[in-house]
T-cell receptor
Framework: KQEVTQIPAALSVPEGENLVLNCSFT??????LQWFRQDPGKGLTSLLL?????REQTSGRLNASLDKSSGRSTLYIAASQPGDSATYLC???????????FGSGTRLLVRP | ETGVTQTPRHLVMGMTNKKSLKCEQH?????MYWYKQSAKKPLELMFV???????ENNSVPSRFSPECPNSSHLFLHLHTLQPEDSALYLC???????????FGPGTRLTVT
């Protein structure tokens, strides 16, 4: 059974800092890995999707990597801003199904 | 309207009531999903529909009844709910299982 874990559960950093959020999964038979952002009480916003054949994806200040062999993905945020404050969720797509298995999220606070 | 929309945004219902949640996607996708997000628990997949056919029922109690009349619309019919069913219910859509899932803003449900 696939389990997705996110560390740390919460993170507080000063504005301008570069930071890394971690996501690990137990079953390497992963189809893709998606990172989302969720603001309090709101829906999820898709940030990046990495297919199993890819190693990383980039969008602006965000870079996500995927290492299937080690069961890890990281989300790198460069030059963090207060507007980046939110909960970040990773989710693994399982082979040939439509299931996304979510982690519990990392709650990020970027202090001005 | 663009993206994925959900109505109502907030719903308070008694345990004997019957209500329905509505989701509509304007993205031309073929798959739609219902998720439940409870406090302090990872996002849980409830149902998946692909081309109007239900492909996944994640052991959801029968008091939750989904309906997908076409690829653009998804409903969740609720009856005789319990207080522990209070949560944020999120709808999502995607084009096949290899591609990004796009989420709606959610319906905040409170069962009294």
């Amino acid at each position: 059974k696939q389990e997705v874990t996110q560390i740390p559960a919460a993170l507080s950093v000063p504005e301008g800092e570069n930071l890394v959020l971690n996501c690990s999964f137990t079953d390497s038979a992963i189809y893709n890995l998606q990172w989302f952002r969720q603001d309090p009480g709101k829906g999820l916003t898709s940030l990046l999707l990495i297919q199993s054949s890819q190693r990383e994806q980039t969008s602006g200040r965000l870079n996500a990597s995927l290492d299937k062999s080690s069961g890890r993905s990281t989300l790198y945020i460069a030059a963090s801003q207060p507007g980046d404050s939110a909960t970040y969720l990773c989710a693994g797509g399982m082979d040939s199904s439509y299931k996304l298995i979510f982690g519990s999220g990392t709650r990020l606070l970027v202090r001005p | 309207e663009t993206g994925v929309t959900q109505t109502p945004r907030h719903l308070v219902m008694g345990m004997t009531n019957k209500k329905s949640l509505k989701c509509e996607q304007h993205l031309g996708h073929n798959a739609m999903y219902w998720y439940k997000q409870s406090a302090k628990k990872p996002l849980e997949l409830m149902f998946v529909y692909n081309f109007k056919e239900q492909t996944e029922n994640n052991s959801v109690p029968s008091r939750f009844s989904p309906e997908c009349p076409n690829s653009s619309h998804l409903f969740l019919h609720l009856h005789t709910l319990q207080p522990e069913d209070s949560a944020l219910y999120l709808c999502a859509s995607s084009q096949d299982n290899r591609f990004e899932q796009y989420f709606g803003p959610g319906t905040r449900l409170t069962v009294t």
